[in-house]
């Protein structure tokens, strides 16, 4: 029960401190659950990014559930869930009932100006990060820029570019490269 406790305000802490979505939330999440407590690994949390990406739901959400899951299972991915989306509702909930008021004051809209400034930034760094985690070789840098380039220029779902990429990293481990 300590532990569910543990992984519920974790997750809590994760989730009061996380803005704009689950990209921004990267490097907060490696420092906590990576290099803070183990919980996971770079690789892991990589994974179940992409494994997010592709299952419906935020981003963030889901990838607190693959943890609290692999920490104390079922009850574990429901308590870390939980912890993720709590501070949300409350924060939201207080917002909702006063933005209405407050939406068109200057100072009001300088600030999201400046917070989706600080939020570029987080994702700037989520990306560098696993970039830098998933970039290991000749291979992996030619599927980053057909994705990327793809990506960019196309309307085609994510969740086509994860299959085609999970499958080229099969087909190329199978054929003795190094995709990780």
Request: hydrophobic residues 45%; contains cysteine.
């Given at each position: 029960m300590k532990e569910l406790l543990h992984l519920y305000l974790t997750f809590c802490k994760l989730g009061a401190v996380t803005f704009g979505g689950g990209y921004a939330m990267l490097p907060i999440l490696q420092r906590e659950i990576v290099e803070k407590r183990n919980w996971a690994t770079n690789e892991e949390i990589t994974d179940y990014y992409a494994i997010?990406?592709?299952?419906?739901?935020?981003?963030?959400?889901?990838?607190?559930?693959?943890?609290?899951?692999k920490r104390k299972g079922t009850i574990g991915g429901i308590v870390a869930t939980l912890g993720f989306i709590t501070p949300s509702i409350v924060i939201i909930t207080i917002i909702a009932s006063f933005l209405q008021n407050f939406a068109d004051l200057?100072?009001?809209?300088d600030a999201f100006a400046g917070i989706r400034v600080c939020i570029c930034v987080l994702i700037i760094q989520a990306v560098i990060k696993l970039l830098k985690n998933s970039v290991v070789d000749r291979i992996t840098a030619i599927l980053f820029v057909?994705?990327?380039l793809f990506s960019s220029f196309t309307t085609i779902s994510p969740i086509i570019f994860v299959i085609i990429a999970g499958i080229t990293g099969v087909l190329v481990k199978n054929w003795g490269g190094k995709v990780q």
């Open positions: 997010g990406q592709c299952t419906p739901g935020v981003i963030a959400i889901n990838t607190s559930t693959f943890i609290g899951e200057s100072i009001v809209k057909v994705v990327l």
